[in-house]
């Protein structure tokens, strides 16, 4: 008897671990999708055109400048007025050491001279990648939609339009650049202004194509209709305005701070002078060869350990001027009302949140090209196991390093 009630028990044991494990699997399930869903409408880049409950389109709401809101607390502006102090110093100090040692003022940027030299290449190469941005992906895009709902054979013309495109591709967008850049000489600034515009163009160019070719493909025309393709106008917006996501429309501003605008393009002089003064100061003298001490490890670790805090400084910079200034002067010229160009990467805690968050602009890319769409390709679906999760986030980690490391 009493085995036969321990034997019930042991089965209602088992029957309800068995419903436990099936419920805590459903909510599981449940909350994953919502998890997922959350997640790609946070990071769905603004500006883009969601349909309202009534059947018309609405544009997400623009966010505010971050490091703009942060300047009205007095203790981050005094951080800032803290680094034109030290700008101020700079200059002192360079000053007062061209006068002792020489008698006399040297205002001299030899350094910034050289760094920004052959300016003249690079305006011309810039042209030439611009003109053919501009004009070979926009009409192979529009040639290929007034076919493609006509032509016996999709798939062959889909492919011939693809190869021939990225062969082109490949040759002005991928072997020009750098063969101006080696050939030319070019020094150090002038070469990455060529390779960053390189790759912008490149990563544009994806997106527009990316983002038009399923909608021509979505939306067989009507009978004596020609296919809905994207706007000239809108591509060329597109090519300027700073994201790197296309949409046919972005949020836009009333109107130009004309203000802001000399403000900012002030702040991108300042930095730029700031970074030659590190340099100058602070990095020239460390790794300057010295004829009466010989090389060494030691004289290597000095150096490395002298450049960290001037190196950090600089990377500082280079985030400012870049990532707030330089893109807020494009956003506010072309009235571009999307200013989300970075979020608080200095509160990371980790480095994958810090990666998401330093340089908004690349990682949306990144997150719908490289990594979404590689998991749809892949996978044909959104959520993965975390260890495969784990595996594609790499991959899109490498993508990008191999693109800081062309840079």
Avoid at 385 to 396: A, F, L, N, R
Wanted: glycine share 4%; aromatic share 18%; proline share 5%.
């Amino acid at each position: 008897m009493q085995l036969m009630l321990w034997l019930k028990k042991l089965f209602l044991l088992y029957v309800l671990q068995v419903v436990k494990g099936n419920v805590l699997k459903q909510v599981q399930d449940q909350l994953g999708d919502l998890l997922d869903k959350a997640l790609t409408d946070s990071i769905q880049p603004f500006g883009q055109i969601r349909p309202a409950a009534n059947g018309k389109a609405t544009l997400m709401k623009a966010p505010l400048l971050f490091i703009s809101e942060l300047f009205e607390i007095n203790h981050i502006r005094t951080i800032y007025h803290m680094f034109i102090a030290i700008l101020l110093i700079f200059c002192l100090s360079t000053l007062a050491v061209d006068f002792f040692d020489q008698g006399r003022l040297v205002l001299e940027f030899d350094l910034l001279f050289f760094a920004f030299g052959k300016l003249g290449t690079v305006t011309w190469a810039w042209t030439v990648m611009f003109v053919y941005t501009l004009l070979v992906p926009y009409f192979t895009l529009v040639f290929w939609g007034s076919l493609y709902h006509s032509f016996p054979s999709k798939l062959g013309l889909s492919l011939g339009a693809g190869l021939v495109l990225s062969a082109a591709q490949t040759c002005v967008l991928g072997i020009f650049p750098v063969y101006v850049a080696v050939h030319y000489e070019l020094p150090p600034a002038s070469r990455f202004i060529v390779i960053l515009e390189q790759i912008r163009f490149l990563m544009k160019s994806y997106s527009f194509m990316r983002e038009t070719a399923p909608v021509i493909m979505k939306n067989t025309p009507k009978q004596g209709e020609s296919p809905r393709s994207p706007t000239f106008s809108s591509y060329l917006y597109f090519l300027f305005c700073p994201t790197l996501i296309y949409r046919e429309s972005y949020p836009r501003n009333s109107h130009i701070r004309w203000k802001y605008v000399f403000t900012t393009l002030g702040m991108i002089f300042g930095c730029l002078f700031y970074g030659y003064f590190i340099l100058v100061r602070l990095c020239v003298p460390v790794f300057r060869p010295k004829s009466n001490q010989p090389f060494s490890k030691r004289t290597m670790v000095l150096a490395v350990f002298h450049a960290i805090l001037p190196g950090t400084m600089l990377l500082l910079l280079c985030f400012f001027a870049f990532l707030h200034c330089w893109l807020n002067l494009f956003g506010e010229l072309l009235r571009f009302a999307d200013r989300m160009f970075y979020k608080d990467w200095w509160n990371s805690t980790s480095f994958a949140n810090y990666y998401r968050t330093w340089n908004v602009v690349v990682h949306d890319w990144l997150y719908y090209y490289g990594y979404r769409d590689f998991l749809l390709v892949s996978t044909g679906r959104l959520r993965l196991h975390p260890v495969e999760k784990y595996i594609k986030k790499t991959k899109t980690i490498i993508q990008s390093a191999a693109r800081h490391i062309v840079l």
